[in-house]
């Protein structure tokens, strides 16, 4: 059984910085593909960030050069860095991971941006 548990949100000011941390459960980490998505009010589900097995990074075009995907295969756990919080970035973020016909979420952790 694979268990996600999300970390590290809360309020920030404009400008700010934030880490979210995943933890994985479960054997097989390092074989998954990772990503984080958010879920702004009103809004679809979108994907923020991901990070395969290899480490090959994709991101949001709108969060490009702002935020930082990794993984720490050791810890079974991958973050998230966000710089230059801006407050469209305001939403419940998830983390997922995925592996061949397998997904697995987490609960979410909020994540606010507002002076």
């Known amino acids: 059984q694979v268990q996600l548990v999300e970390s590290g949100g809360g309020l920030v000011q404009p400008g700010g910085s934030l880490r979210l941390s995943c933890a994985v459960s479960g054997s097989g980490f390092s074989m998954y593909t990772m990503a984080w998505y958010r879920q702004a009010p009103g809004k679809q589900r979108e994907s923020v960030a991901s990070i395969t097995s290899s480490g090959n990074t994709n991101y949001a075009d709108s969060v490009k050069g702002r935020f930082t995907i990794s993984r720490d295969n050791a810890k079974n756990t991958v973050y998230l860095e966000m710089n230059t919080l801006k407050p469209e970035d305001t939403a419940v973020y998830y983390c997922?991971?995925?592996?061949?016909?397998?997904?697995?979420w987490g609960q979410g952790t909020q994540v606010t941006v507002s002076s």
């Open positions: 997922k991971a995925s592996r061949l016909f397998y997904a697995y």
